[in-house]
């Protein structure tokens, strides 16, 4: 398996409180991505990075910052938590270097905001 | 905009049967996902497809790809319990490194 972690696993906030979730990996991979899972909707891509400081948005980034300080961490920040952000996330790292491109995930984190 | 759907959504079907989800995408490209998730978990690679005419199989699953039709299968043979979860495929965006997700189809075998 990937070395992908996500913390926490779970929590719930209130509405109006910022919260940063953290997706740490042992695997040096270049790309990170942070998305929601919400019943309907599949995997909802938030935001993304493409390495060291260098980050983008994706289809559902309102309300959502993100942060790469180092190669190995990529946080996501609800800077005011809505009822709305109550999903799962999940953190997903690629690599560019072999062919296939594939997409490994972290366990996710299940966020819940009262 | 690139979209990916899949159907169907649910399908309910008994042990011992065959069936196929559809995978069809709305432009260009030559990577296709598919995975597997369990209630609760996490997204489990089951095949990755690179190139027209690709086809895949592990055990009662088998993926292919036309790239032409911007069409990806998974096949079920002779389904059995343990095959419930959903299958999830997605579609690579070489332009944005992005990855698409299609919606899902939550697959329930009955004994």
């Known amino acids: 398996d990937a070395g992908i972690t996500q913390s926490p696993r779970h929590k719930v906030t209130e509405t109006g409180t910022p919260v940063t979730l953290r997706c740490h990996q042992t695997e040096n991979h270049r790309y990170m991505y942070w998305y929601r899972q919400d019943p309907g909707h599949g995997l909802r891509l938030i935001h993304y990075?493409?390495?060291?400081?260098?980050?983008d948005k994706g289809e559902v980034s309102d309300g959502y910052s993100v942060s790469r300080s180092k190669t190995e961490d990529f946080l996501l920040t609800l800077e005011s938590a809505t009822s709305s952000q109550t999903s799962v996330y999940f953190c997903a790292i690629s690599e560019r270097d072999r062919p296939s491109y594939e997409q490994y995930f972290g366990p996710g984190t299940r966020l819940t905001v009262t | 905009e690139l979209k990916v759907e899949q159907n169907p959504l649910f399908l309910s079907m008994q042990e011992g049967k065959n069936y196929t989800i559809y995978c069809n995408y709305s432009?260009?490209?030559?990577?296709l996902y598919w995975y597997r998730q369990d209630p609760g978990k996490s997204l489990e690679s089951l095949f990755v497809?690179?190139?027209?005419?690709a086809v895949k199989q592990e055990g009662r699953l088998m993926a292919s790809l036309d790239t032409k039709a911007r069409l990806s299968t998974l096949h079920i043979t002779a389904a059995v319990h343990d095959l419930s979860a959903t299958y999830f495929c997605?579609?690579?965006?070489?332009?944005?490194?992005?990855?698409?997700f299609g919606t899902g189809t939550r697959l329930k075998v009955l004994a």
């Open positions: 497809l690179l190139s027209n005419g």
């Open positions: 997605a579609v690579f965006t070489s332009g944005t490194y992005k990855y698409i």
């Open positions: 990075s493409y390495g060291v400081k260098d980050t």
């Open positions: 432009t260009t490209s030559d990577r």
